[in-house]
């Protein structure tokens, strides 16, 4: 099981950015997710084990990027945040090498709320 510690998050206004780190046990393949209540866990972006290649969904591409350093923390670096951006973000692990679905993750971090004000 890996081990996943969240920090980051917060409040900022429309258009500001923040950024979520999360410190896997060990070096895996993770990925971003969000939820907000009443809906389901939304996928927003995937990083490979190495940080090779990265994914990001159509409502965040060109706007939040992941990314991964040597000590194996995992960033999500969000700009240009909207209301609709609001939510709790959880970083995930996988063992495969990258998935896209909550129900492929197999280890989860303890969830962050950002919220962004209009």
């Known amino acids: 099981q890996v081990q996943l510690v969240q920090s980051g998050g917060g409040l900022v206004q429309a258009g500001g950015s923040l950024r979520l780190s999360c410190t896997p046990s060990?070096?895996?393949?993770m990925g971003w997710f969000r939820q907000t209540p009443g809906k389901e866990r939304e996928w927003v972006a995937a990083?490979?084990?190495?940080?090779?290649?990265s994914y990001h969904s159509d409502s965040v591409r060109g706007r939040f990027r992941i990314s991964r350093d040597s000590k194996n923390t995992v960033y999500l670096q969000m700009t240009n945040l909207k209301p609709e951006d609001t939510a709790v973000y959880y970083c995930?692990?996988?063992?495969?090498?990258?998935?896209?679905?909550?129900?492929?993750?197999?280890?989860w971090g303890q969830g962050t709320q950002v919220t962004v004000s209009s």
């Open positions: 990083i490979t084990w190495r940080g090779g290649n």
């Open positions: 060990e070096r895996a393949a």
């Open positions: 995930a692990a996988t063992r495969q090498s990258v998935a896209f679905r909550a129900s492929d993750y197999d280890d």
